[in-house]
């Protein structure tokens, strides 16, 4: 019975333990869009994300409708969705960075671009994976 017991456990956690992260991507408001781009940050348009707070947004075709915004966090960077997560996409939808924050022109709501979160907003930021290999970021979905 223990064996049983010890055996059903080990195999939830060795399933759980499995998957690559706990990454949540829904949000009713933003659409999944499978994307794959590349940064250069020695490239001048891109050289600001070298140093910690500073952020950019980067549009690609057949992605987000606003562009993703990078950011740097002095221990790593951070890929959002360049929309409002608690708007439907409008024309005022398009989040602007102010600092280290990306503010909602619709709203006036401020998203933290350290955590993704904004004070009494359901959604925080729609956050994609990033992958550094030195000066090279690829950022997907």
């Known amino acids: 019975m223990y064996k049983k017991i010890f055996f059903l456990l080990f195999t939830l956690v060795l399933t759980s333990a ?5 990454f949540n991507n829904s949000n009713p408001y933003l659409a999944n869009y499978a994307f794959s781009m ?4 020695d490239l001048p348009t891109y050289s600001s994300l070298k140093f910690a707070s500073n952020g950019v947004r980067v549009s ?3 992605g987000p409708v606003n562009g993703v915004i990078v950011f740097n966090t002095g221990s790593g960077y951070q890929a959002y969705d360049g929309s409002c997560p ?3 996409i409008t024309t005022c939808s398009k989040l602007t960075i ?3 924050n990306a503010t909602c022109s619709c709203d006036n709501a401020a998203y933290n671009m ?7 907003k359901q959604y925080p ?7 550094v290999n030195g000066n090279m970021l690829r950022i997907y979905n």
């Open 114 to 120: 350290y955590t993704g979160q904004c004070t009494g």
């Open 18 to 22: 499995c998957h690559k992260d706990n």
């Open 125 to 131: 930021l729609k956050p994609y994976r990033i992958d």
């Open 86 to 88: 608690n708007q439907a």
């Open 38 to 41: 590349d940064i250069n940050t």
């Open 60 to 62: 690609i075709p057949n």
């Open 98 to 100: 102010t600092g280290v």
